[in-house]
């Protein structure tokens, strides 16, 4: 057993619009779509044309810089259309959905006599690899490196996320046979990090090292679990895997195809009735929300409020994503604002009065509540970054792209997701995770 | 609101690229996003964003000095009636004396910074910082109540285009620009800042001052030989007691003077969390551990090393800085330990220029602006520090 690690930092928005512990099939949907912007880094390489017929499992296009890291479609039926943008760069694969699913057949092991290499090519085959990220970066895992460790963040507390331990009591057989899976590719340990709420749902889990969490978001988030586990130094690398994906992992091995089926919650003030629905990665946005009452004026978010992707009505889930948040816009004006006490809003400062109503569930717009401004506050940013790095100093690093300073700042230990609640409290409104992804391409374009 | 928005919206256009006052641009968004906050949304990132923003910040900061300011002004009016012998006043009259007084420093400090602030980001295509609306306010308290106004315009000028913009504006400035101001003026106009006569309102120019007033501040008793004319520190300094001390009706630049004052100020701050306590207190630490070691080692002759250490914290420019001064973000240390070494070391030159240095009689305005200097030095080694950290957990596991 593992150890039980204390957060202190963070901070935990409460939002109204948590998803109900009610599990529906979603409408079905008449088309899916695999968007390569959600790879972060990613230059496609399309192997099929409109009107071919695919399988579930069928590679749809691969990495121009890494040819052996595929990509492959959720669902059977008909590539109905393939959308460019700038410079031709692609923006999505359309899949115009078969009635029933066909899949494409892959090996069946018995998973204790797997072998790594066994494990990788048929990853890599089925187009299952993407699923494998790697610290540092946060991009797809490089599958000739082997990682030092495998990291699985069992729970998510961002705001209004979903509950793990009701998604993945469903299938705990797939996520056993997934972590068996996985276990043979790294040599060291396979760290699942659970927190409370979701230490029974794992108790029968085994090969893996469980650790709790306790403490505000962001806990549940990869960096901050291996700073505390097993801090990734220069020239190691952390693999990393979503808990749902470990489960279609699992069945690809056991079943022998690619079952891309998801849990998602549905959730945000916006929302009548939050809950969750089972699909297919790359679905409609719409099949998950007939039938549920949107407001209108709505910012539609694949993922959760911090790191999610803005998408529009008629688009598709992300691939990563677990969850649908719908807020309001904040596309108005309010007459000094600034001064007034605002007590229907919420501060992670103590400059406004929320922080009397540590329990209030508020609804939040998308409204940027000021202007951006040089940085000016100092150690803001320290109280909801529980990694031992110097959160202002590395970002100065970032956009000096002075990449010894960055390396010695830690940049290899954060992402995104570690620094986004940086990018909510920070009062000079400064973009937080797009400075640190900057920073992070140029370290994999200078380093490799 | 709706009929304000409107005109907004009507003449919005007009200030826009292309519009006939193109040239107005970001003095037609300041005063915009000031009457409203915009209708901007999140495009890239966190799709929330927290309420805070720097007009709320630089508010506050602004909130808190008013206790500071408005005592400043009855203790203008105060010293005035005092220095005529009058005194016949009620705390109405002593206060709209210094109303009056004050008031068009004030002014003048908001007219010239804010226009020059609104140049630069016109020049630069970026919009108004709000950071001067800290400084307006915090360079009025300051100086001495009889400096002319046109010095004020022309510090003030100075403090915001060397002090700040040639650095890139609010955030990038090395000094405190409030400071830097009072700084040009003491160095500037060394005889308009100095002396016993310029603390009080109108006494340069008084025919006959009333009997027993002489004007001087109680730093400038304690280093005008060597404060050999007190003879009980527990009586205080001169006609002052130490009561006198913490509520402030003692002659000293127009808001530094009261304790009180500046300690609810000192609350505000640290009950929102936008001023540091750890710069505060150790400012304070610094203060008070420098003024134990006077006492200790203090020989009989040198009286003004054997004033009580507590003594250096309320009187003059002390508290006002430590609060105000100090704690701005900008110009102070960065990091957490950084903060600590930085504002202990000002507590202790501070005290050091006052009690060794003949010429000041006041230490608090140079010794900040010493260790804003040296904060980069500071938060170097801090940071430095932070990067072995990592550098041994790398060389230990390989």
């Known amino acids: 057993m593992g150890k039980t690690i204390k957060i202190s930092k963070g901070l935990d928005i409460k939002l109204k619009g948590t998803a109900n512990e009610e599990l529906v099939n979603a409408e079905f949907s008449k088309t899916y779509a695999i968007k390569p912007t959600d790879f972060e880094g990613l230059t496609p390489k399309i192997l099929i044309k409109p009107g071919a017929e695919v399988k579930s499992g069928t590679i749809l296009f691969f990495d121009k810089y ?32 078969d009635n029933e699913t066909k899949y494409e057949e892959f090996k069946k092991f018995d998973l204790k006599s797997l072998k790594r290499e066994e494990v990788i090519e048929q990853l890599l085959n089925s187009g299952t690899w993407p699923f494998i990220r790697q610290r540092p970066y946060a991009i797809i895992a490089n599958p000739e490196t082997t990682p030092k460790s495998i990291f699985i963040s069992g729970f998510d507390n961002a705001p209004l996320a979903p509950n793990y331990d009701f998604i993945i009591k469903n299938d705990l057989k797939n996520f056993q046979n997934g972590i068996t899976v996985l276990s043979k590719l790294t040599d060291g340990k396979i760290y699942l990090n659970i927190n409370n709420q979701t230490e029974s749902t794992y108790s029968s889990i085994t090969g893996v090292e469980k650790n709790i969490f306790i403490g505000k978001h962001p806990s549940s988030t990869i960096g901050t679990q291996i700073n505390h586990i097993s801090p990734i130094n220069k020239g190691e690398f952390v693999w990393y895997v979503n808990p749902q994906d470990v489960i279609i992992v699992g069945k690809l091995f056991s079943e022998g195809k690619f079952d891309a089926s998801k849990i998602i919650a549905i959730t945000g003030s916006q929302i009548e009735k939050p809950k969750y629905l089972k699909t297919v990665i790359g679905a409609e946005l719409k099949s998950l929300l007939n039938s549920n009452n949107v407001k209108s004026n709505s910012r539609y978010i694949s993922g959760n409020v911090l790191t ?28 000094i604002g600034w001064a007034m006490p605002r007590l229907n809003k919420y501060s992670a400062s103590k400059t406004f009065f929320s922080w009397l109503t540590p329990n209030k569930e508020y609804i939040l717009d998308t409204n940027t509540n000021g202007g951006q401004r040089a940085f000016v506050m100092s150690e803001e940013y320290n109280k909801v970054v529980p990694i031992n790095i110097l959160p202002v100093e590395l970002l100065k690093a970032c956009i000096a792209e002075d990449i010894d300073k960055m390396e010695q700042l830690g940049i290899y230990e954060v992402a995104e997701e570690d620094l986004a609640l940086c990018e909510f409290i920070c009062t000079s409104k400064i973009d937080v995770q797009e400075i640190i992804r900057k920073g992070i391409n140029l370290m994999i374009k200078e380093l490799g | 609101m709706k009929a304000l928005r409107n005109i907004l919206d009507k003449i919005k256009p007009d200030f826009e690229k292309g519009g006939k006052f193109e040239k107005f641009h970001s003095t037609f968004d300041a005063f915009e996003t000031f009457l409203f906050v915009s209708n901007h949304v999140t495009k890239k990132g966190a799709h929330i964003k927290d309420v805070i923003d720097l007009k709320r910040t630089m508010s506050v900061v602004v909130l808190a000095v008013m206790p500071a300011l408005l005592f400043g002004m009855w203790n203008v009016g105060y010293q005035h009636n005092l220095s005529i012998g009058n005194l016949e006043n009620t705390l109405f009259s002593n206060f709209f004396y210094g ?112 009997d027993g007033f002489s004007g001087a501040t109680p730093l400038a008793v304690m280093a005008a030989e060597g404060g050999n004319t007190v003879t009980n520190f527990s009586q205080g300094i001169g006609n002052w007691s130490v009561m006198d001390f913490l509520i402030g009706n003692y002659p000293g630049s127009i808001g530094e003077t009261s304790f009180i004052a500046i300690m609810i100020g000192a609350v505000i701050l640290l009950a929102t969390r936008i ?35 507590y003594y250096h914290l309320i009187i003059g420019g002390f508290a006002f800085g430590a609060v105000f001064m100090a704690t701005d973000p900008v110009s102070a240390a960065q ?7 930085y504002g202990f070391l000002i507590g202790v030159i501070a005290v050091l220029i006052r009690v060794i240095n003949p010429a000041y009689p006041e230490g608090m305005m140079l010794s900040i602006l010493l260790m804003n200097t040296f904060t980069p030095l500071i938060d170097f080694y801090v940071v430095q520090g932070n990067i072995k950290k990592r550098l041994k957990r790398a060389k230990v596991t390989a």
């Open chain 2, 275 to 309: 001023a540091s306590w750890k710069i505060m207190f150790s400012v304070f630490a610094g203060g008070f551990g420098m003024g134990l070691l006077f006492n200790l080692l203090a020989p009989e002759t040198n009286i003004y090393m054997q004033m009580p250490a």
């Open chain 1, 66 to 97: 890494n040819p052996k890291i595929q990509f492959s479609s959720p669902v059977s039926g008909k590539i109905t259309s393939i959308d460019r943008g700038e410079l031709r760069k692609v923006l999505q694969i359309t899949i115009e959905a």
């Open chain 1, 308 to 335: 999610g992707t803005k998408i529009n009505k008629t688009s598709h889930i992300g691939f990563y994503h677990s969850q649908i948040t719908i807020i309001p816009e904040g596309n108005y004006y309010e007459f």
């Open chain 2, 99 to 210: 109303l009056l007084k004050v008031l068009p420093i004030i002014i003048v400090s908001y007219v010239v910074g804010l226009g020059i602030e609104f140049i630069f980001a016109q020049a630069r295509g970026h919009e108004v910082n709000e950071g001067y609306l800290v400084s307006g306010m915090l360079i009025p308290l300051i100086v001495p109540i009889d400096t002319p106004l046109w010095m004020i315009a022309l510090a003030v000028a100075f403090a915001v285009i060397i002090g700040k913009e040639v650095f890139g504006g609010t955030g990038m400035n090395i000094w405190n620009p409030a400071l830097i101001a009072r700084a040009f003026l003491f160095f500037a106009y060394p005889s308009d800042m100095s002396g016993d006569k310029i603390w009080v309102e109108g006494l340069s120019n008084l025919d006959k001052i009333a």
């Open chain 2, 335 to 341: 990091t957490s330990n950084g903060k600590y070494i």
